[in-house]
DNA sequence: TAGTATGATGTAAGCGCTTTCATTTGTAAC
DNA sequence: GTTACAAATGAAAGCGCTTACATCATACTA
């Protein structure tokens, strides 16, 4: 591999200049970046990343730490933030997290030792105040899908509570009364979000929020059959489930009908997310689409503008979900 | 952040000593080796990976390129990959080739300048004749569902044929004979192979493929839903679709419904990949098992190996794929 | 006791770039 | 032809580490 050192050479100009035609950073005569971009040429001389980043103290690189890297929902983020890194040079590491405090720990410091420029993080297990003296280590980090006040201005989130809301809403408006609804692990913000929105829509058309409607899974698939189990049993008058997420929402078709209903005329299913296989279900889902896409490349926007200076569209951090209808609603 | 250098002042000993501790390739004494320990955890030392990766020509990271970021068959792949190294240390990069030509020579390019060790390469669009170069120029790369024979020794396979020929052969032993094919792109490699199954399993049965049997899809949902619309129309005797992948597969589910076709009564449909959301179908999608998650790990230990001189289990390049019944195919 | 092998540690030269500062060159004003 | 100034280029010092080689202490052999 030629180094910098033969290009110089062979043009006939000192190292400083060539690296000034690489960078971009200074003027340099038209005529001498001929030579020295002809000299490249001849050498098919490519930069070496490395020493760029340790003379420069940048690596280009963007640290990346999600739950899980299958699953339709990460899947379509991260092809989102890899896209946009790309197309500006810029690449990305991305490690797994699992929802493990440790483990997202462990990924985070991993990233670091990386040299990354930035992180983006869609972290659950750890605390906020973790993430605060992150920033105050002066690690530079956006956070999608989770609000933490102090870092307000890279938080880049959906309004969960309003997916909630309008989940139940279109439920309510086609005359369930009796509704139940299985939510993710409460612990984690979006699913309490979600939760509290449900709640708002039942108060708004009058009905009395029930513990008995409520089944606590963990947004697995096997979570969502064992809640309609459970929920359709002990509540054979339920006409309608919310389910917290579009998996769980697949679980519980399955479980509805292996306890004989059929679907949708005897029990409407609602989901979440609007993964991309939500429309492989039968009847097609009901869900509530949330922009994982825009977040993602929102995400990207906001470090490729802060950490490298790059001037961007503007800017915005709260998203908005909406409702996408399909076939597996139907009036009560 | 700490450097080896204070560490090193310190510990009151050399750099040499410190990086050697780093690196455990050197015997050191226990006692300085304590020293050096507690040097840096007082300091908090964390090694910049930037600078050993200059100074021993290794970048401890892999470089992978698959069609799509997003996708359950990818995403599954990439975790287990990901899962691989990370244990050993190491860390990935990752492109998206999205077979095309170019992006995929990109990427390959990309990923070399950001000086991975190895690259793991799920490409469709490049010549045998790019990859065989590559090698030449002393690249280290392993290749996933495709097989060259130059490079055989580094290619991780699946056995396409016998997953066509077992999918094909299961529909056939519950009694069909009129049964339409849904292929994939017939320049793709697999595609290819799993149709040679299909037609060798209806000659093992007697039965003279046709043509007009066949509809050559792109593996999207969509072209499945297009296969299926479009062979039910013209050959209404039809009972049984076998789709190169699932997601044809469930697209075809879709498109039969609307053709008036109950499932899986009236049409027997079978998958092919097994991908995570195959048992969210209605009725769950009897498919053939690509075992993804298996042969990325794979590909990781055959770089462990072979670049990182790390020993590992038995080596298999080979894999099988299996029937895995679900309900989605009925006796005729 | 001298001689030699062995293990532990130190010295210093890079790895391929970026960047500060100094120098040279070119241009315009006088 | 000088001088003054700006633009272009060069020289060289790092960035934080690895590693070949040199050195030194120690233990063992004869």
Redesign the pocket.
Known sequence: ????????KLA?????????V??K?????????LKVLAAMEQLG??????????????SNSIGIVVPELNGPFFGTLLSDIENQFRQAGKHVIIAAGHSDEKLEQESISFLQSRNCDALILHVEAVSDDYLVELMQKKVRFVLINRFVAPLYDRCITLNNQHGGYLATRHILEHGHTHIGYISGPMWKHDADQRYKGHVRALTEFGIEPSEQLVYEGDYHESSGAAGAQVLLQSNPSITALVCANDEMAAGAMTAAREAGRTLPDDLSIMGFDNVNFSHYTFPKLTTIDYPVGGMGEMAAQLILKCVYQQSVDTIQTVFEPRLVERDSIKNV
Chains 1, 2 share one sequence.
Do not use: F
């Open positions: 591999m030629a180094t910098i050192y033969e290009v110089s006939g100009v000192s190292l400083a200049t060539v690296s000034r690489l960078n950073n200074t003027p340099v005569k038209e005529e001498t970046r001389y490519q930069p070496n990343s490395v020493a760029q980043s340790l003379a420069s103290n940048r």
